[in-house]
Antibody, heavy 118, light 112 residues
Framework: QVQLVQSGAEVKKPGASVKVSCKAS????????MHWVRQAPGQRLEWMAW????????KYSQKFQGRVTITRDTSASTAYMELGSLRSEDTAIYYC???????????WGQGTLVTVSS | QSALTQPASVSGSPGQSITISCTGT?????????VSWYQQHPGKAPKLMIY???NRPSGVSNRFSGSKSGNTASLTISGLQAEDEADYYC????????????FGGGTKLTVL
């Protein structure tokens, strides 16, 4: 079955960067796009970015443009989300989610809590 | 940032039906059938319940149904059960911006 397993919780200081991984199994990684969605405490879900796992093309929400980078390693069936210039407002749970079908998220990772605190 | 509008909360008794609305614009819900609904229990990842306005993924109960009229999509849950108590989020593809996907604010469903 499809499974997305994310890296563990992180605590970072303001101004630092964080890189979260999402390892996929149970399907051919390169044939599905992967999205990143975050949820601040008590807040709505928020779409951040998308990567075509086959060719590496990316799309980013304008809100995060310049601060977020999405990459993938097809040999490891893993997608990565790196967010820089962290501030306290970036404290949130970050999810990866597989796209299937179009613009639908049929499988989600378990989430990675990123805490930004001095 | 653009967002879809959902009621903050709805409630119903076991066995009843409820409907959650999701209002967008002509740039998202009104122009595309890429409307999805997700269920999220506390501390858990979201789960896909409805996609492409009204399609149910395999394994999702047929008590869940979706529809759309104009700029408003709706999720209906019939025969409410205790385990349906959760937060529900709608999403839609959005054009004309660098956002691509917009979420609703979420609706807390309480089963009385």
């Amino acid at each position: 079955q499809v499974q997305l397993v994310q890296s563990g919780a992180e605590v970072k200081k303001p101004g630092a960067s964080v890189k979260v991984s999402c390892k996929a199994s149970g399907y051919t990684f390169s044939t599905y796009a992967m999205h990143w969605v975050r949820q601040a405490p008590g807040q709505r879900l928020e779409w951040m970015a998308w990567i075509n796992a086959g060719n590496g093309n990316t799309k980013y929400s304008q809100k995060f443009q310049g601060r977020v980078t999405i990459t993938r390693d097809t040999s490891a069936s893993t997608a990565y989300m790196e967010l820089g210039s962290l501030r306290s407002e970036d404290t949130a749970i970050y999810y990866c989610a597989r796209e299937s079908p179009t613009w639908t998220f049929d499988s989600w990772g378990q989430g990675t809590l990123v805490t930004v605190s001095s | 940032q653009s967002a879809l509008t959902q009621p903050a909360s709805v409630s119903g008794s076991p066995g009843q039906s409820i409907t959650i609305s999701c209002t967008g614009t002509s740039s998202d819900v009104g122009s595309y059938n890429y409307v999805s609904w997700y269920q999220q229990h506390p501390g858990k990842a979201p789960k896909l319940m409805i996609y492409d306005v009204s399609n149910r993924p395999s394994g999702v109960s047929n008590r869940f149904s979706g529809s759309k009229s104009g700029n408003t999509a709706s999720l209906t849950i019939s025969g409410l059960q205790a385990e349906d108590e959760a937060d529900y989020y709608c999403t839609s593809y959005i054009s004309g911006s660098t956002l691509y996907v917009v979420f609703g604010g979420g609706t807390k469903l309480t089963v009385l």
